[in-house]
């Protein structure tokens, strides 16, 4: 059997197709997959490296190999980093549509840049692959080969035991708030008296068991202290007045967000604190947050 290409860019092509087919299924089904793994690791950065080096007898293919998951490693956390200050956040969703758009974009460059090349001095790849001819081995030769199969099928079946019976990993509920452009930033903290202020508060439910949960409100009244003692000032509560309350039943791996608006009505400092209960159990909470904001 022969693999061949050069006339063809047939690598871009499967990049291509398996980019846009694999951003198709990660957002129907909403979740993670193992068909994501390259698409993380290693295609944004064979389409940089396909681009930068579109001519065969630049580097090896072992070096554009580790560049390319080198450049993957690099260009997938600024690509996150760039989608923290737009309006879309870090999300699962955004992740996957603007991992596929860069690499489709670079791709489409290497197509170009390749194709401007002469044949002759296009990328290629030539692997033939054929069945060895047993009795041309010595016996250390066939031990050693049995070997290595023997131990590429052990190895194959525990990573498939691993994949398909998972252990148990760890159970908790994300509890979050964001601002309201759905960033960890621009947080109301300073407003003036009937001001508003937004956030977006967020419940993710990993506890392997469909929950009810509360998410409560409180506006609560502080003052500093200064501690003599311990010789920091320390914030004490003055009062407490119950806003809002949201009930709502998730699934494992469900999300829930509500869009939340306040105002404050005095000046002073003051304490918004969202409180999370499970299971209808309100006798202490179960996660809980807070935002310190100062109105004047």
Known sequence: ??????????????????????????????????????????????????????????????????????????????????????????????????????????????????????????????????VPDWKQYGALDKGLTVALAASIVVAGGTLAYVVLTPLPGEIFTEFYILGPGGNASGYPTNLTVNGTGG?????????????????????VGVRIVYNATARFNDTVEVNRTTWSSFAVTLADGQNWTQRYTFRITATGLWKVQFLLFKDGDFSSAYRELHLYVRVA
């Open 199 to 219: 956030v977006i508060i967020g419940v993710v439910n990993h506890e392997a068991a469909t929950l009810n949960y509360t998410t409560r409100v409180d506006l």
């Open 1 to 130: 059997m022969r693999i061949h290409f050069q006339d063809r860019p047939w690598d871009i092509y499967v990049v291509l197709c398996y980019t846009i087919g694999t951003a198709a299924i990660l957002l129907i089904i909403d979740v993670g997959s193992l068909l994501a793994i390259a698409l993380v690791l290693f295609v944004p950065g064979y389409a940089i490296v396909s681009a930068i080096f579109p001519r065969g007898a630049t580097i090896s293919w072992a070096a554009r190999i580790a560049l390319s998951l080198g450049l993957s490693i690099s260009v997938v956390p600024l690509l996150g980093l760039i989608l923290n200050f737009t309006p879309w956040g870090i999300r699962f969703a955004p992740i996957a549509v603007m991992l596929a758009i860069f690499t489709v974009g670079i791709s489409t460059g290497a197509y170009w840049r390749r194709m401007r090349l002469p044949p002759d001095r296009r990328l290629s790849l030539n692997v033939i692959l054929a």
